[in-house]
C-alpha cells in the first residue's frame, strides 16, 4: 500500500517543519507547502517531502494549488499550521486591512484548503476502512483573547469555529480537530522581561517546545475516535 500523503502549510520553519520531520519519520509522503524559502525546506527536500511555495493571503493561489494537491491521490492528514501574528493598530483603516489579511490567512486558507480536498480526505475514509484527518493549528487565545491583538484571536476563533462545523460536516470518513498552543518556542525577538512575565502567567512556568504540539498531533493521529476535540497545549497557561 502507497505511504499515506500529509499536507502541512506553514511548514518552511519552527512548528511546521518540526511536524513534517515527524510525519517523515513515521513513513508519510509530505507536501510541504510554505511562503519563504528556508534551509529546513532543503532538508525537508533531501527526506523526500515535496515543497511547494504558496501565499496563503491570497485566495486566488490557494484556489490554484489545490488543484494540484487534488490531483495527488487520496488524503490522509492536512495540518493548517500557517499562521501571522500581528497587533492591532490604533489606524481603523489600517486595523480593517491587517484584520482582512489575517482572516484570510488563519482562517480563511485553512478553509478554502478543508473544503477543497474534502473528497480526497473522504476517499482515503472510504479507501482505508480509518477516518482521514485534519488538524487545526489555533491558539489557547480563541478562550482567553489578548485586548492587543484582537483581530488575530478573532481569526483564530474562526478557525476554532470551523473545526467544529467541519467535524460535523465531514464525519464519518474525516476527523476535525484542533490544537491550542500556548508558549511553546519564543521567537528571538522576545525580551527576557517578556519571558519571564509569559512564564509567571504559565502553571508549568516553562517553555513546552514544539515536541510538546508535535507529540498531541502524532497522539490524534493514533486515537481515531475523536473529532471536534479543541485541545490546549499551553503549560496551563488559559487557567493563570
Known sequence: MAAPLAVVTGAGRRLGFEVCEALLDRGYQVVALYRTATPELET?????ATTLSIDLARADQVEALLTQLQ???PLALL????SEFTPDTSSTAELAVA???LMQINAIAPLQLMAGLA??????GEQSGRPALIVNITDIFVEKPNPRFAAYCASKAALSNL?????RQLAPHVRVNALMPGPVKFLPSHTEAQIKQVLSETLLAREGGFQSVVMQLLALVDNDYMTGALIPVDGGRRLA
Do not use: I, M, P
Open 44 to 48: 525537508l527536500a533531501s527526506r523526500g
Open 71 to 73: 490531483a495527488l491521490g
Open 79 to 82: 495540518v493548517n499550521n500557517a
Open 99 to 101: 484584520a482582512a489579511r
Open 119 to 124: 473528497d480526497s480526505l473522504r476517499h482515503y
Open 163 to 167: 473545526t467544529l462545523s467541519y467535524a
